[in-house]
């Protein structure tokens, strides 16, 4: 005997059409971030685990120390007392030819930092000796990617010789950059 083939089981006709299931899809973030923005929330346990509270003392190191110490010396940690935040001592690593200069300015360095997270968080400063990555410096843009002003803009455009005109668009720019308070 032949024996049927097996049907499979249909659920039961209610009438109405079966819901459609949108994929999931994850929300979006908003326009992209410059990764210096990123850092801190990326980096909060990496640089706790060094003894920085706040991420931004390395961030923002060149502004702390200026730029021509932060070119020869940078951040290692902050170690603090058992249960405290403040009177640490901050490591700092230092180019070998440089350390006796930067010995010289502690207590400058120590001022600022202080100044910096704004109370007394740094009481000593301890040097070692290493490879120092130099800060990264913000680039302007060259003048000649920078708008003319718009009142300029229009006179330029009359004088005839081309390589005095590009003279001028380029002073304009450059002129274009400043703020108009320095004058």
Request: aromatic share 4%; proline share 13%.
């Amino acid at each position: 005997m032949a024996s049927a083939p097996m049907e499979r089981e249909r659920p039961p006709k209610t009438g109405k059409a079966p819901a459609k299931v949108k994929p999931y899809e994850r929300p979006r973030g908003g326009p992209a971030k410059p990764v210096a923005e990123l850092v801190p929330q990326i980096g909060r346990a990496a640089f706790r685990r060094f003894g920085f509270v706040q991420s931004s003392v390395v961030t923002r190191w060149p502004e702390i120390v200026g730029l021509r110490h932060a070119q020869v010396c940078m951040p290692e940690s902050i170690r603090f007392p058992p249960g405290e935040k403040n009177h640490g001592i901050l490591q700092l690593v230092v180019l070998p030819a440089h350390a006796p200069l930067i010995q010289h300015v502690i207590p400058e360095i120590i001022e600022r930092v202080n100044r910096f997270f704004g109370y007394k968080a740094v009481a000593r400063v301890k040097l070692r000796q290493g490879a120092v990555k130099p800060p990264v410096e913000k680039r302007v843009a060259p003048p000649s990617l920078r708008p003319i002003p718009m009142e300029l803009g229009d006179s330029l455009r009359d004088i005839g010789d081309p390589e005095l005109r590009t003279v001028l668009e380029s002073l304009a720019r450059s002129l274009g950059g400043r703020d108009e308070g320095s004058e």
